[in-house]
């Protein structure tokens, strides 16, 4: 099994900053890929960024240019580095780690708060 822990989640003013950080503990499968979601108030959840083990990036278009996505492999760890934040960015953020081998699995992290208002 996988467990996923977010942390880095508060309260900001628009134009502010926030980095997230969630890290996965287990037997996490060597080829992955690992996100961030969010989901705010009567909103599907959605795709904000994913790197996959490779290096390889994806970012939701209302986040480009704003957010960057890293990982420290060794650690297990992924970050989201959020810039220039927006009102409407205002959700709950969802550490996501997709498994493709050895084994494979799609697990959750428990969410963070991020709240972006003045």
């Known amino acids: 099994q996988v467990q996923l822990v977010e942390s880095g989640g508060g309260l900001v003013q628009p134009g502010g900053s926030l980095r997230l950080s969630c890290v996965a503990s287990g037997r996490v499968a060597s080829i992955n890929v690992m996100g961030w979601y969010r989901q705010a108030p009567g909103k599907e959840r959605e795709l904000v960024a994913a790197?996959?083990?490779?290096?390889?990036?994806n970012y939701a278009d209302s986040v480009k240019g704003r957010f960057t996505i890293s990982r420290d492999n060794a650690k297990n760890t992924v970050y989201l580095q959020m810039n220039s934040l927006k009102p409407e960015d205002t959700a709950v953020y969802y550490c996501?780690?997709?498994?493709?081998?050895?084994?494979?699995?799609?697990?959750w992290g428990q969410g963070t708060q991020v709240t972006v208002s003045s």
């Open positions: 996501n780690l997709q498994a493709y081998w050895p084994a494979v699995g799609d697990y």
């Open positions: 790197l996959n083990s490779g290096g390889s990036t």
